[in-house]
């Protein structure tokens, strides 16, 4: 009985504990950030990155004079193609999101390993500015060999694994049609 009791007590506790930690955790802002790239090759030599990052307030509170910036795409390796690598908003509030996107042009053949970006915000009851950090992205490798696209891949799979059973099914249903339908020098004989 006093077992029973002493895991009922600290179950009690920890819930509390949990519940106080969910409420001061909630007090303000909390920005999470997504960053996502698209490769497009648009000819041999050519290849865009389409840049997308989804920033969103899960906190209780707005936060304000919101900035992104994501500099980590060398010059060397990167032309701006549509769009900035920075963006400021006024405010994000609580439960909201925002989205950014732009667009680069590779110059080099590489495997790009890029930076997550950094958004800033600033919290009334704070002097100091705040900082959050996007996901980083997965390795880009830009203007790699690959192989040619294969769009009936799944034709040829779902033939192979099923070509035979569909045979005989449509066998069965010339069949069973050819069976069922009158032959049209039938129906000539009974008119006559």
Same mark, same amino acid.
């Given at each position: ?23 001061? !955790? ?9 960053? /996502? $790239? %698209? &490769?497009?090759?648009?000819? +041999? ?69 890029? !930076? ?9 009851? /704070? $002097? %100091? &500015?705040?900082?959050?950090? +996007? ?58």
């Amino acid at each position: 009985m006093a077992d029973c009791a002493r895991k009922f007590l600290l179950a009690t506790v920890l819930a509390l504990l949990c519940f106080s930690w969910t409420i001061t !955790a909630s007090d303000g802002p909390f920005i999470v950030a997504h960053k /996502k $790239a %698209a &490769l497009t090759r648009l000819k +041999s030599d050519i290849e865009r990155i389409s840049i997308s990052i989804d920033i969103y307030n899960e906190g209780s509170a707005t936060a304000y004079d919101v900035s992104l910036y994501d500099d980590n795409w060398s010059q060397d390796v990167f032309e701006i193609v549509a769009g900035n690598t920075s963006m400021s908003w006024e405010r994000l509030d609580a439960g909201a999101s925002l989205s950014h996107s732009f667009e680069l042009e590779a110059k080099k053949k590489t495997v790009f390993y890029g !930076a997550p970006a950094v958004i800033t915000f600033r919290i009334p009851t /704070k $002097a %100091a &500015l705040q900082e959050a950090f +996007s996901t980083p992205i997965l390795p880009l490798d830009i203007l790699a060999d690959r192989p040619p696209e294969k769009k009936f891949d799944w034709v040829k799979k779902l033939t192979a694994k099923y070509g035979s059973l569909i045979s005989v099914i449509s066998i069965v249903v010339l069949f069973v049609y050819l069976i069922a339908s009158p032959s049209k020098s039938n129906a000539a004989k009974k008119k006559r």
